[in-house]
């Protein structure tokens, strides 16, 4: 039984030439968590948690925007994929919209903060002695 929070609201591919959708990489996004799988052979599906999404960047060539296409390039605070991109997708600004307002809502139901992802060691906790030197 599929559960709510599962259920896939978006889903493309990466584009190639002349904005066609022949590629092996796959993107699809819940409520909760964003997926990409690659490679055809041998496949990785790679999950991010919205949550861990710290910032997101909107990019568009000249050769992207003559084929309708974009790339959507995210700061992540996850430890196994760290930055990424959303390669040559279609509609890209609003994708780029609808995931910032889902990461939003994301962290504000878990009550997230971006200092969980800044601090260096992740223990959550603040290594300066109160003058702003660390110990």
Do not use: A, Q
Not at 6 to 13: G, L, S
Not at 116 to 131: A, V
């Amino acid at each position: 039984m599929e559960n709510s929070k599962n259920k896939i609201i978006w889903k493309d591919r990466k584009r190639t030439l002349f904005g066609l959708p022949w590629s092996f990489t796959r993107y699809s996004l819940t409520e909760e968590k964003l997926i990409i799988d690659t490679g055809f052979f041998n496949r990785v599906e790679d999950e991010v948690r919205l949550y861990r999404i710290l910032d997101i960047t909107l990019r568009r060539s000249f050769w992207e925007r003559l084929f309708g296409v974009g790339t959507i390039h995210c700061c992540s605070g996850d430890k196994s994929r760290g930055d990424f991109d959303i390669l040559h997708i279609k509609k890209p600004r609003d994708i780029k919209e609808m995931l910032s307002e889902m990461v939003e809502k994301e962290r504000m139901e878990r009550r997230v903060g971006t200092r969980e992802f800044i601090d260096g060691d992740g223990d959550g906790c603040d290594d300066s002695d109160g003058d702003g030197m660390h110990i």
